[in-house]
């Protein structure tokens, strides 16, 4: 169900043809762009404007790294799967909207069509044209509004079922993020806290070492004070 809405978002963005990407990227992390490339059968450069635009959106992320024997940057590419679902998801919102004023405009207003041209125009434009077509002259008919009210309804339906889907994928992927920083928190505080038990093990030793030179130290110090003088 994710690959499916993630290739939909690629062709929205980008086009059809670009849509495998999602399969190359899904469940991978920096994937090499060549070998990207080699799949979609494309040439790098155009692999890499469909990255670029992904990449502009947050759909993806890159790191880089300078291959040593030939001298140029070989890009490794991540899928933002979080981010792609939001960005669906605020764009199927932005649809409904659209969808639920079309709708509401149908079952509000009066449409007229010409049948012989398939204009359809609303109340007021066709007052404009003082309901005669300017075409071909013929009056215009009321339109019949049912049929398009049924479809923008089930479009709707269709919308609202999306956005459910789309949504709660999106929180399974925040929880995961939010999990996956919990982890790094907790692993940076280990860190932390090691480093801490390492520096005072170190001056513990320092101030073990010095006491012992200070037992010894007449010893030692007398020690170099005798070289000198042979020399
Ligand atoms: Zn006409």
């Known amino acids: 169900m994710q690959v499916k809405f993630l290739k939909s978002i690629v062709e929205n963005l980008v086009n059809k043809q670009a849509s495998p990407i999602i399969d190359?990227?899904?469940?991978k992390k920096n994937v090499n762009e060549f070998l990207i490339a080699k799949k979609l059968k494309l040439t790098i450069?155009?692999?890499?404007?469909?990255?670029?635009?992904?990449?502009?959106?947050g759909l993806v992320s890159f790191?880089?790294?300078k291959d040593k024997r030939k001298g140029w940057y070989i890009y490794f590419w991540t899928l933002n799967i979080y981010q792609s679902l939001n960005l669906l998801e605020q764009n199927l919102r932005k649809e409904l909207e659209q969808?639920?004023?079309?709708?509401?405009?149908?079952?509000?207003?009066?449409?007229?069509?010409?049948?012989?041209?398939?204009?359809?125009?609303?109340?007021?434009?066709?007052?404009?044209?003082?309901?005669?077509?300017?075409?071909?002259?013929k009056v215009y008919e009321l339109s019949e509004n049912q049929g398009v009210v049924s479809d923008?309804?089930?479009?709707?339906?269709?919308?609202?079922?999306?956005?459910?889907?789309?949504?709660?994928?999106?929180?399974?992927?925040?929880?995961?993020?939010?999990?996956?920083?919990?982890v790094k928190i907790k692993k940076e505080?280990?860190?932390?806290?090691?480093?801490r038990m390492k520096k005072r093990e170190i001056k513990r030793k320092i101030?073990?070492?010095?006491?012992?030179?200070?037992k010894h130290s007449s010893k030692k110090k007398k020690k170099p004070e005798k070289k000198k003088k042979r020399k």
């Open 24 to 27: 190359l990227l899904t469940g």
């Open 45 to 57: 450069n155009q692999t890499r404007n469909i990255l670029y635009k992904l990449s502009d959106y």
């Open 63 to 65: 790191i880089r790294k």
């Open 99 to 137: 969808l639920e004023s079309q709708l509401k405009s149908r079952k509000e207003k009066r449409y007229y069509v010409c049948k012989t041209c398939s204009i359809e125009l609303t109340e007021e434009g066709a007052l404009l044209n003082d309901f005669i077509c300017p075409e071909c002259e």
């Open 152 to 182: 923008l309804e089930k479009h709707l339906n269709k919308i609202k079922k999306d956005i459910g889907l789309v949504s709660s994928e999106r929180k399974i992927e925040e929880s995961k993020l939010e999990k996956k920083k919990e």
């Open 189 to 195: 505080e280990k860190k932390k806290k090691e480093e």
């Open 207 to 214: 101030k073990e070492k010095e006491k012992k030179k200070s």
